[in-house]
């Protein structure tokens, strides 16, 4: 008797999960909640090309988006999914990794799909991670190659000895490619120290002394830098240091060069994979996280014109 009553409690959970997944709205509308860190340019992007995707697939009129915007505090990205998973939607676009990871804090049964997640497994903080998260998280990175970063920088700067790498320590990912990319730029022969602030209030601090002991800066694609390109670019570039950035937005804010991906197709890629998911047709537990497909070495006319610097062939101008 205890071994069916059993089998009976495991059979409710089985299909008190599937009516929780199963939430489409009574008027046939998918509801989609979108939490993002902060508003930029590369994120905003991203966002547009996830709601396009849907669009396209389904047809504006029955996709509901609720998107919200967490002025760059993680905890609002916690009370923002948790409204989600409140309003039982029927899947989270988490945008960026503090959004990814309030989503996975916040339920273990509605699809999470990430973008602008530069790493799943240090964000999660999954060991060994294999590329498919194993739950009801998939997504998309926008994780340019480091070592290539690496080697942009020396390709630009092969005179340089003194590289400062600066960041935003609140973020993993941020923590995660300066290790990185300092790994591969100490094999080219840099010597490289971190400058790592905690938000919008020392970064002029720090960013100051970066300059003062560096001959080139590198910065991760990092959500907080991105957001303050202008105190680096009033500190840098008066100073006469180059800034290798880790993303096209920063670049335009801030850097000489860059390699750059499109957020609107990682957006849209996103997309993609929430329709196969929606429509039955995928398994999120099963879906490996996606990478941008196409990498474009870019740079920044104006400050280089400033600095004196001339880009090598294989460049294009950000427009």
């Not at 930029?40 to 697939?57: M, P, S, V, Y």
């Not at 409140?86 to 273990?108: G, H, K």
């Not at 008066?238 to 860059?258: H, M």
Request: proline share 3%.
């Amino acid at each position: 008797m205890r071994k069916i009553l059993a089998l009976l409690c495991a059979l409710l959970m089985v299909v008190s999960m599937a009516a929780c997944q199963n939430t489409k709205k009574d008027d046939g509308k998918y509801k989609i909640g979108i939490c993002q860190i902060q508003p930029h340019e590369a994120l905003d992007a991203a966002t547009n090309g996830f709601k396009q995707a849907l669009i396209d697939a389904f047809g504006e009129e029955n996709v509901e988006f609720d998107v919200q915007n967490a002025a760059g505090d993680s905890n609002t990205c916690s009370t923002i999914v948790n409204s989600f998973v409140s309003d039982r939607v029927d899947l989270i676009l988490a945008n960026a990794t503090p959004s990814l990871q309030a989503a996975a804090a916040a339920t273990s049964v509605i699809p999470i799909l990430g973008t602008s997640v530069t790493e799943y497994g240090v964000a999660l903080e999954i060991d060994n991670f294999s590329g498919t998260v194993g739950r009801n998280i998939s997504g998309t990175s926008d994780l340019a190659d480091l070592a290539a970063q690496a080697k942009m920088l020396h390709d630009w700067f092969p005179d340089a000895k003194n590289v400062g790498l600066l960041y935003c320590v609140s973020e993993a990912n941020s923590i995660y490619q300066v290790n990185t990319v300092q790994a591969e730029l100490e094999k080219l022969g840099y010597t490289c120290k971190q400058y790592s602030f905690s938000d919008g209030n020392d970064l002029a601090a720090v960013t100051d002394k970066a300059a003062d002991e560096s001959d080139v800066i590198y910065v991760p694609t990092d959500n907080t830098v991105a957001t303050y390109t202008g105190i680096i670019d009033g500190i840098c570039r008066p100073a006469k240091i180059p800034v290798i950035a880790g993303e096209e937005g920063i670049c335009k804010g801030c850097g000489v060069a860059t390699m750059s991906i499109s957020y609107y197709d990682l957006g849209y890629d996103t997309g993609k994979m929430a329709v196969k998911i929606l429509k039955g047709e995928a398994d999120i537990a099963t879906m490996p996280i996606a990478y941008a497909e196409n990498v474009t070495y870019k740079y920044n006319a104006e400050i280089c014109a400033e600095l004196g610097l001339t880009a090598p062939e294989g460049y294009a101008a950000i427009s």
